[in-house]
C-alpha cells in the first residue's frame, strides 16, 4: 500500500517561499506520476503542478513561473518549491501519486496547510 507523507507548509508573508516535500514509500517510485494538488476553502481542489518519471512536469497557469515540482527517485521524495508566494496560494496542499503496474492506481496524502499572509 502507497503511504504519502507531506511536510513544509507552514505561514508565509507574501512574496516568501516556502519548499513542500512528498516522502512516497510502499510500491516503486518510478511507475507513479507525482502532482501535487491544493484545495481553498469553499473551492474544488485542483492540480498544481504534476511531474512523470521520465518527463516533463506541467503546473497551473497561475503557479508557472513561480513554483518548480521535481523528484528525486533515490530518495523516492517529490517536492514543490513556492516562490513569490501570494495570499491567493493559501491552501491545504496534497500530495498525489497516479499509477502503478495497471495505471490506474491513485493515492493522497493527508495535506499540509499553506498559509500566506501579513
Known amino acids: 500500500q502507497v503511504q504519502l507523507v507531506e511536510s513544509g507548509g507552514g505561514l508565509v508573508q507574501p512574496g516568501g517561499s516556502l519548499r513542500l516535500s512528498c516522502a512516497f514509500s510502499?510500491?516503486?517510485?518510478?511507475?507513479?506520476?507525482m502532482g501535487w494538488y491544493r484545495q481553498a476553502p469553499r473551492k474544488q481542489r485542483e492540480l498544481v503542478a504534476a511531474i512523470p518519471e521520465g518527463g516533463p512536469p506541467n503546473y497551473e497557469d497561475s503557479v508557472k513561473a513561480r513554483f518548480t515540482i521535481s523528484r528525486d527517485n533515490a530518495k523516492n521524495t517529490v517536492y514543490l518549491q513556492m516562490n513569490s508566494l501570494k495570499p491567493e496560494d493559501t491552501a491545504v496542499y496534497y500530495c498525489?501519486?497516479?499509477?502503478?503496474?495497471?495505471?490506474?492506481?491513485?493515492?493522497w496524502g493527508q495535506g499540509t496547510q499553506v498559509t500566506v499572509s501579513s
Open positions: 510502499g510500491s516503486i517510485f518510478s511507475f507513479y506520476t
Open positions: 498525489n501519486a497516479v499509477g502503478g503496474m495497471s495505471g490506474t492506481r491513485n493515492y
